[in-house]
Nanobody, 124 residues
Framework: QLQASGGGLVQAGGSLKLSCVAS????????MAWFRQAPGQEREFVAR???????YYSDSVKGRFTISRDDAKNTVFLQMNSLNPVDTAVYFC????????????????????WGQGTLVTVSS
């Protein structure tokens, strides 16, 4: 089970840090990712950290967001800086057991487990 938290309301230019706590599994054994879904939009890839600590970002967040992992806390984080209204969305964390490698890591179908989402609202 994945539990995402840390969302909220922030002004443009501000920062938020999202957390995704895993229960029943060790995040160090998985490739972990964040996706987001804005109102009326499809869910889109945001960032990924592999079990080897390689990180990947969408072009829209590269240089502003940082994904990290704390194995002792069994938690994955998403530090979001320089937020702007287009970042408004429900953010979801996901875990990939590497069983569906025929899908790109940017595709939802690559991922085996999903958290419930946390809402981030950026006001202008």
């Amino acid at each position: 089970q994945l539990q995402a938290s840390g969302g909220g309301l922030v002004q443009a230019g501000g920062s938020l840090k999202l957390s995704c706590v895993a229960s029943g599994r060790a995040v160090s054994n998985y490739n972990m990712a964040w996706f987001r879904q804005a109102p009326g939009q499809e869910r889109e890839f945001v960032a990924r950290i592999t079990w080897k600590d390689n990180t990947y970002y969408s072009d829209s967040v590269k240089g502003r967001f940082t994904i990290s992992r704390d194995d002792a806390k069994n938690t994955v984080f998403l530090q979001m800086n320089s937020l702007n209204p287009v970042d408004t969305a429900v953010y979801f964390c996901a875990a990939d057991e590497s069983r569906r490698r025929h899908y790109s890591y940017t595709e939802m179908l690559r991922y085996d487990y999903w958290g419930q989402g946390t809402l981030v609202t950026v006001s202008s």
